[in-house]
């Protein structure tokens, strides 16, 4: 069943993430909605597992609502801040990330995406995406939030520029968000 | 009821925590067996929530079981890395902390340590210690595990010796842990 010009329903309670998600589902004609929700996350390492869990503990839930959580792995911290990069950001925040990696001669890291949907039948989808980058050796001025000043995705083109210097519009055309986006969005046009 | 020479459950999987938590409750004459359980804890910045929920989660445990969740909070950090101090320590490490806090002049920090106890009637109960201290501006060598070799605890005689470099004795003296646990051993000795 094609799913275009249906509501779905987003379980979060960040701005920033609900406007880049409806922005990028709009262009494939998918209306979303926030679905404001006081959200219980495990602690796991696995972050599929992390997004099932989450949507399988939102009490009465609509149907066709899906959650997204994203991370950054960073190769020379064993893979930290990981699935606790949204703490991590609040309270060390980019500078911290910077001077973790002061003295680290390998700067690589990957952001994931994740989104975990659940259908009219309450079966459970997962969509993942990833991005290959490097953390800056500053945080970047330019739009985004969150580690977007710090993260340099890697593209054939060698691009050299952070989430932020290369604005909204460009962030999405190789974001690890878009990527998950993409894939769930060609499974609701089924 | 005297629970003194009855036998209690301590849900871990951390073998460093299981032999401290026990000796200190061998010296009540509390006896603690070992419950192997894949701990559910979820994100949260309040530690009594997660205790608790873990509590909960546990399926078929058996009356009488606690588990124990301790947190560092640093203050020039926001508390980082708090409830998600056993991650940070598996990742950045102590070599991490120290790296964060290398521009910072404030190196005060909270170690503190909850205890969530199910009784036989399935109440639950929280026993609640810390310790206030400061982060060593070098990992001390010494006894201990985790973050023992940063931590130097604050007493009225003016220590400077980390967890590590006090040894296991002393630092069950004034340790956050020591704290939570004696309230829960005289609670058990009502």
Excluded: C
């Amino acid at each position: 069943m094609k799913l275009v010009n249906r509501i779905l329903y987003f379980a979060t309670g960040n701005e920033h993430k609900y406007r880049e998600v409806a922005s990028i589902l709009n262009e494939a004609n998918i209306k979303v909605e926030k679905f404001l929700v006081d959200r219980i996350e495990i602690q796991d390492n696995d972050p599929v597992k992390i997004a099932k869990f989450s949507l399988e503990m939102i009490k009465d839930a609509p149907t066709r609502i899906f959650n997204e959580d994203s991370g950054l792995n960073i190769k020379s911290l064993e893979g930290f801040p990981g699935p606790y990069s949204s703490y991590v950001y609040k309270t060390i925040g980019n500078e911290g990330i910077i001077a973790l990696l002061d003295r680290k001669s390998n700067r690589e890291a990957v952001f994931y995406s994740i989104i975990a949907y659940k259908d009219e039948n309450d079966k459970i989808h997962i969509f993942s995406g990833e991005t290959k980058g490097l953390i800056s050796e500053k945080i970047t001025g330019g739009e985004g939030w969150g580690f977007d000043p710090i993260f340099i995705p890697i593209n054939e083109e060698g691009n050299k520029l952070t989430y932020s210097e290369l604005g909204f519009k460009l962030k999405n055309t190789l974001s690890h968000r878009s990527k998950s986006l993409e894939k769930f969005s060609k499974f609701l046009s089924r």
